[in-house]
Nanobody
Framework: QVHLVESGGGSVQAGGSLRLSCAAS????????MAWFRQAPGKERDFVAG???????TYADSVKGRFSISRDNAKSTVYLQMNNLEPEDTAVYYC???????????????????WGQGTQVTVSS
């Protein structure tokens, strides 16, 4: 069982930045593919960004050029750097993990076994 704990959420104005962190209990995080999803009130939980165990990244079109996902396997932590935030980015952000997903499979939430509890991001205009 892998436990994931997100942190770094908060409230910012449009155009601001936040960095989310996801700390994993798994010491061999390098073998896991990781992703960030988000869920706004009344909406589905949508894919935001993913990084495979091989290092390839993929992003939702709505965040390309503004968000960046990275990982520090030595710290068992995955990050989501969010720049130029927009009110539409307001949501609860969830970290997710699955063993060795290939890059094409990163975007489907059904492929993930492990989820964090979520962290709220609120962007005001």
């Amino acid at each position: 069982q892998v436990h994931l704990v997100e942190s770094g959420g908060g409230s910012v104005q449009a155009g601001g930045s936040l960095r989310l962190s996801c700390a994993a209990s798994e010491r061999t995080l390098s073998t896991y593919s990781m992703a960030w999803f988000r869920q706004a009130p009344g909406k589905e939980r949508d894919f935001v960004a993913g990084i495979s165990s091989y290092g390839g990244n993929t992003y939702a079109d709505s965040v390309k050029g503004r968000f960046s996902i990275s990982r520090d396997n030595a710290k068992s932590t995955v990050y989501l750097q969010m720049n130029n935030l927009e009110p539409e980015d307001t949501a609860v952000y969830y970290c997710a993990g699955a063993w060795a997903l290939p890059r094409p499979s990163l975007t489907s939430r059904e492929n993930y076994n492990y989820w964090g509890q979520g962290t709220q991001v609120t962007v005001s205009s």
